[in-house]
């Protein structure tokens, strides 16, 4: 199981970290990703890393003010989110990867096990 936390109220120009825990099983041999799902629009990809935390991808939008990591020992992975807009407002999902790698899987059907969001407000 995934489970999303971290989430909140915070003003344009703050900071927030997300966490995502594992419970059940390892997810530390599998890529990660993180998404997130304003109202009324499709859910999106913000960053992807792999099982090693060698490789990342950004999506453009959060690219220079989001940083995603890993720590496999405690099978978590986290969102670090600087510099947030108004636009960045949404609930944010973690999920797994069928693999290790995340190199072009860059759309949310890429991954297959997901877990409860975390809302992100973000006021102007």
């Known amino acids: 199981q995934l489970q999303a936390s971290g989430g909140g109220l915070v003003q344009a120009g703050g900071s927030l970290r997300l966490s995502c825990a594992a419970t059940?099983?390892?997810?530390?041999?599998?890529?990660m990703g993180w998404f997130r799902q304003a109202p009324g629009k499709e859910r999106e990809t913000v960053a992807a890393?792999?099982?090693?935390?060698?490789?990342?991808y950004y999506s453009d939008s959060v690219k220079g003010r989001f940083t995603v990591s890993r720590d496999n020992a405690k099978n978590t992975v986290h969102l670090q989110m600087n510099s947030l807009k108004p636009e960045d407002t949404a609930v944010y999902y973690c999920?797994?990867?069928?693999?290790?790698?995340?190199?072009?899987?860059?759309?949310?059907?890429?991954?297959?096990?997901w877990g409860q969001g975390t809302l992100v407000t973000v006021s102007s």
């Open positions: 059940g099983r390892t997810f530390s041999n599998v890529g």
């Open positions: 890393i792999n099982w090693s935390g060698t490789y990342r």
């Open positions: 999920a797994a990867a069928p693999g290790r790698w995340v190199v072009g899987r860059t759309k949310p059907q890429d991954y297959d096990y």
